[in-house]
């Protein structure tokens, strides 16, 4: 079965650490860009992070939106077909259901994840 299941959101104060896992199965995972995606309350989706496959560039890159730039590492283990979002110091702001896809620069997103919740609150 072709999908991406997300896993590692909870409750978490201000400050605090999570990190996400997005396990893929039914396809080739090592061939596709992932993506993290969220969408707070009452709000549209927003990009948070992306790493390419570092198939023909030179090496594995990765790429942050100015909101998370420098507090959350996207990574991702190829043997294992799972990605991953560590989040540090997290913010109120932060709180939103975090969902992941893969794709490509010439396909955009073309399968989503069901969503993790995550929730900063003190």
């Known amino acids: 079965q072709v999908q991406l299941v997300e896993s590692g959101g909870g409750l978490v104060q201000p400050g605090g650490s999570l990190r996400l896992s997005c396990a893929a199965s039914?396809?080739?995972?090592?061939?596709?860009?992932i993506y993290w995606v969220r969408q707070a309350p009452g709000r549209g989706l927003e990009w948070v992070s992306g790493?390419?496959?570092?198939?023909?560039?030179?090496?594995?890159?990765?790429y942050d939106s100015d909101s998370v730039k420098g507090r959350f590492t996207i990574s991702r283990d190829n043997a294992k077909n799972t990605a991953y979002l560590q989040m540090n110091s997290l913010k109120f702001e932060d709180t939103a259901v975090y969902y992941c896809?893969?794709?490509?620069?010439?396909?955009?997103?073309?399968?989503w994840g069901q969503g993790t919740q995550v929730t900063v609150s003190s």
């Open positions: 790493i390419n496959t570092g198939i023909n560039t030179g090496g594995v890159k990765t």
């Open positions: 039914g396809f080739a995972f090592s061939s596709y860009w």
């Open positions: 896809a893969k794709g490509g620069p010439r396909i955009g997103k073309d399968l």
